[in-house]
């Protein structure tokens, strides 16, 4: 139950189809509770997810976002995850340049069968924006 | 008419080049006291331009200076902070004031020296320069007209023959050779069996020219190593290093002075090359030691 | 190609500093694929800009567009309206780019949001290289397509120099020495005598600044 007036981060998890976004699922149905303000939206490859998304998210209102996609060795479009990985290292550049902590994205990777991963991973980054505060471009 | 560096060159005697490097500053003091030390010690003193791209005083004055003092001044010439006019310009005065010896370089890059953000001039480099020498001597300039009074010049270059790959290296000799270079002065060395292959090469492509084998004075087996790592085109064998490192704390400089003599004498005794040219590299005061040591 | 890279987010924040309404207009030739200012740097550096407003609490407006080339006067002349309704245009092409439009539109200002840097090709995913000085004399035939003015600190037309260290320049011991590796090329190709001849002084007025070549087509 919320505290009155405590800060609800409001985050974005971009989750790959073929890995993270089964993980939410399998949290779901195995009753591992994460966090209700993250937000999943389901991406066919992490690789999909382009700087751009990531900015215009902060652009709407989003405090953090989530990149989740497969493990290394493991995307079934093969480098996906990499690309990914990259574009997260160069938009944290471009998030300094406006004033943007870059500890408000992360990128993670999973398995479809990791619900426990996926909700751990979810506590951990609300708590971290929690701690962080809204976003200064809100 | 001849100079009488070059008339020394001719003689066929061991010739015996020294170095004065120019204060950064208008103090000359050192600089004259290091002129009359050595002056009559040797047959001709090369003053640097510049050195390592270090801003000091002129090449030109500090040749005026020796001049000046009785000594036989080798002007040394960079393309790196004067452009093919400036060069000019600078060997028609020299000429009038009967400095006559030109060692004609390319020049260390700017990054290396103290004013790093000056813009590099290499309008020419060291063959170029060469040449330009000779159409100097020919009575017109490098815009091709026709110059009122005439120039005369005993002009050289330097070599490296640890160079490595020494193919390009030898490549850049050759022009240099045709260019019209007289004498050369090399790089230092330290392993006298790599540098008779290097004269053999040399004999046999000219007998005419006259090679001064570089000599630096080694301070210290730390000073050694360096060299032979970090310096471009400098060989030092293991067995230098290591004979250096036996000096006594404090004796380094000694054990440098005996091998610097010892290569000198070498040099001399089995007429490997025309002579030596000696760099003391702000050891100016030892060198008379070297001298003596090497029987010179 | 051209290479360019964008300035710094906190110099284009000055330039454009107090504009309400802009127009970031992007290039799809060379910028475009050094990644510098094409279609897709052009909505990072909104997206950014945005951000970066709404954060000091000022008011600003950003329209997009990217033309094929800023370089050309027809297509800049094409903007007309979209010019006409902002304050200043941000250009995100090189600097030829951002003069022809400068030059269209004299009564709009137009600002550089990337610095030019040279003439080059890609030498790996994300990295660009220098290879020619646009200096008016090509030398290439005589050095087995290798450039010693670029590649040669001193520029050297005979060289090497004496600063030359197993290959690589005296200068940066990552940068290979452009003599060596010119030796190395017309020995492979047996030419080593185009480099035993001696070259003269370059002509360092081949091209009178700022340059103008006028022909007839063909």
Redesign the interface.
Known sequence: MKAKGAFSPDIIAFCCAQSAYQAADTAGSMRIPYPENIRVIRVPCAGRVDVLHILRAFEKGADGVLVLGCHEEACRHLSGNVRAKNRVQKLNTLLQEVGIDGERVEMFTLAPNQGFRFARIANEINERIKELGPSPVK | MATAFKETLNSGKFVVTGEIGPPKGTNLEKTVHHIDLLKDKVDALNVTDNQSSVMRFPSLGTALLIKERGGEPILQMTCRDRNRMALEADLLFAYTRGIGNVLCLTGDSITVGDHKEAKAVFDLDSAQLLHMVRILESGKDLGENELDGAVKFCAGAIVTPEANPIEPQLIKFEKKVQAGAEFFQTQAIYDLDNFKKFMGYVRGLDKNIKILAGIVLLASARMAKYMNESVPGVFVPQALIDEMATAEKGKGVQKGIEIASRLIKQLKEEAICDGVHIMAIGREEVVPDILAAAGL | MIVAERK???DIKEMIAGYKKILILGCGTCVTICWAGGE?EV??LS??L???S??NGNELEILEDTIERQCEKELVEALKDKVQQVEVVLSMGCGAGVQTIAEIFPDTPVYPALNTKFVGMPEGEGIWVETCRTCGDCFLDKTGGICPIVRC???????????????KC??DPEKDCA??LI?RRL?QQGR?DT??K?????N?QAVIRPGKVETLQA
């Open positions: 710094p987010l906190e897709k909505a990072v997206s950014q945005r951000l970066a709404k954060k600190a001193k520029g050297l037309l005979n060289g090497p120099c004496g600063g030359t260290n197993s290959g005296e200068v003599w060596t030796y020995e080593l480099m035993r001696y070259y003269p002084p370059r360092f």
